[in-house]
């Protein structure tokens, strides 16, 4: 379980200011929202990749940010993160971008042949074909495939919890679809926490069990699909509306 | 309404003045940032150390990168200084001076100055910059997040094997680029001026302290470890893209020939008194 505690955040203005957000184990939400809203600053702080001037992350009822360095890295080991661009490491091939996302201490008790064997499988889970990627370097790749690449890597620990910052942004309306379901299936058979952080309000709402709204960096909306799909929030209304406006165009400018 | 978005417009009325104290106080402040951020950089690097965490293949890695790569690039550097050194000291000594103080003339160049900050300066453009433009690069498409989502420490993997190679690798640098360029300087006093071998030794023996070659050498060990530890520093800060690697990159280069020259001056009152 995810628990926001007041998370409250500036740079040069407010970001956050005050978000309380239960994410229940097991559970896929969705975190929809105009860009600059934060979504992705929240997600961040889950693992302390940034650091929340106010406010608390629990995972399991553990503090991350008043339980010392230990519950950071304990945390870190728990949770899988795939972020928006992928973030591949440009001068590692596929095979040791993937086996980076073991953990040092597991990787140090596995043989070659087993993390040569984890890598491949876990390739294979994205619909990628590892003899055909595993020696290349991210410049070599797609960007639907550096997506799952990135996918791989986060999931190759076999986390309990995974963040998904913009997994289909930059992606054609085909690869968007193709990585929502991959997503949908991942999350469901490895049992873990998601939370999604996405601009893709249908696939968001497709996906997941509940959902919620950002806005002006609180909270304005969290619910069911079914509720979200109902609700009489102008605010809430005005950014579906807009989304879904962009998500034609999209479709027509791809045909 | 009107008025109110007249006053809102209008100019500061703060004096040149207190503009002046805020430029300083903003300077002062920043200088005061980046000195708590080196310090606090220096501690994890030495923390890794002690705690074993550095992995000796990145650290070969970068010495590879360091001296190696570096190597070319050094001697002709070296060579032109031990040329440019012989010719302008032998215009100066010739008719006033016996001609063998040109060997120490040039011997006590390159071992005191010219080997270790040349040797610096050529690998601030060559490995600082690079190191700065590098670790900017993925701290701006996340790859430096992504390390440490992944429970992996920036400071161990990145900084650490980089400032052990640069304390290994300038010192080595220096000591050839010193013995290359007094070589080549008599090389160039005999062919410019005629001076004979067995001459320009006996000059360079005649003022010459093995303190001189500590210093040399304490110098590289300086400039080894601040050109990569600014360099990582500065890399780590990068922010807002490409734009923003190319400013920091830029600021790194300036960040450290400054210092390399401030170092470079503090270092005779300390050591040569």
């Known amino acids: 379980m995810i628990t926001y505690r007041g998370v409250r955040k500036s740079f040069d203005r407010p970001v956050l200011r005050g978000v309380s957000l239960t994410v229940e184990t097991g559970e ?149 679809a193709a990585i929502e379901r991959l997503i949908h299936r991942l999350s469901a058979e490895l049992e873990v926490t998601s939370l999604l952080v996405t601009h893709d309000v249908e696939g968001g709402l497709q996906m997941c069990d509940r959902v919620g709204m950002l806005e002006g960096g609180t909270l304005r909306f969290v619910g069911t699909p079914a509720e979200f799909r109902n609700c009489a929030d102008p605010v809430v209304r005005a950014f579906v509306d807009r989304q879904a406006a962009e998500a034609a165009l999209d479709t027509v400018e791809t045909r | ?77 070296a060579s032109l200084a031990g040329i440019v050194t012989s010719q302008q000291g032998g215009y100066q000594i010739v008719s006033t001076s016996p001609r063998y103080l040109l060997g120490t003339l040039v011997v006590q160049s390159v071992v005191l100055e010219l080997g270790p900050l040349l040797t610096a300066i050529v690998l601030v453009g060559r490995i600082g910059a690079r190191i700065t433009a590098e670790l900017g690069t993925m701290v701006v498409s996340e790859q430096i997040d992504a390390f440490k989502s992944l429970g992996r420490d920036p400071v161990a993997v990145l900084a650490a094997p980089r400032v052990i190679a640069g304390v290994i690798a300038l010192p080595l640098l220096v000591g050839i680029a010193d013995m290359v360029g007094i070589y080549v300087g008599m090389v160039a006093a005999n062919l410019d001026g005629g001076l004979g071998r067995e001459e320009f030794l006996y000059g360079a023996r005649l003022f010459w302290h093995s303190w001189d070659l500590f210093y040399g050498f304490s110098k590289a060990v300086v400039f080894g470890f601040v050109i990569p530890l600014i360099s990582v520093h500065m890399g780590l800060r990068t922010a807002g893209g490409a734009e923003g690697v190319g400013l920091t990159t830029t600021n790194a280069v300036m960040f450290m020939i400054l210092t390399l020259l401030i170092l470079d001056a503090t270092f005779p009152p300390l050591m040569l008194q």
């Open chain 2, 1 to 77: 309404m009107t008025v109110d978005r007249q006053h809102a417009a209008a100019p500061s009325p703060t004096s040149p003045i207190v503009r002046w104290f805020a430029g300083w106080g903003r300077a002062y402040r920043i200088t005061l940032e980046h000195a708590g951020a080196l310090g606090l950089l220096t501690w994890q690097i030495l923390v890794s150390v002690v705690r074993l965490r550095v992995r000796f293949r990145d650290v070969m890695t970068q010495l590879y990168v360091m001296g190696i790569q570096s190597l070319p690039i050094v001697l002709v550097t």
């Open chain 1, 28 to 176: 896929m939400f969705a975190l929809f929202g105009p860009s600059g809203t934060g979504k992705s600053v929240l997600l961040k702080t889950t693992i302390g990749l940034v650091v929340p001037d106010l406010g608390d992350v629990e995972i399991d009822g553990v503090s991350v940010y008043h339980g010392g360095k230990g519950a950071l890295d304990a945390v870190r080991k728990k949770a899988g993160y795939v972020f928006q661009y992928a973030a591949l490491f440009d001068s590692l091939n596929v095979f040791d971008n993937v086996a980076m996302g073991l953990p040092e201490a597991e990787m140090a008790k596995l043989s070659k042949g087993d993390v040569a064997r984890r890598v491949w499988d876990v390739l294979e889970n994205v619909n990628l074909e590892p003899h055909e990627v595993l020696s290349k370097i991210p410049s070599e790749l797609s960007g639907g495939m550096k997506k799952r690449v990135g996918i791989a890597r986060a999931i190759v620990g076999r986390p309990e919890i995974l963040l998904w910052d913009e997994p289909t942004t930059g992606l054609d309306p085909i690869n968007t």
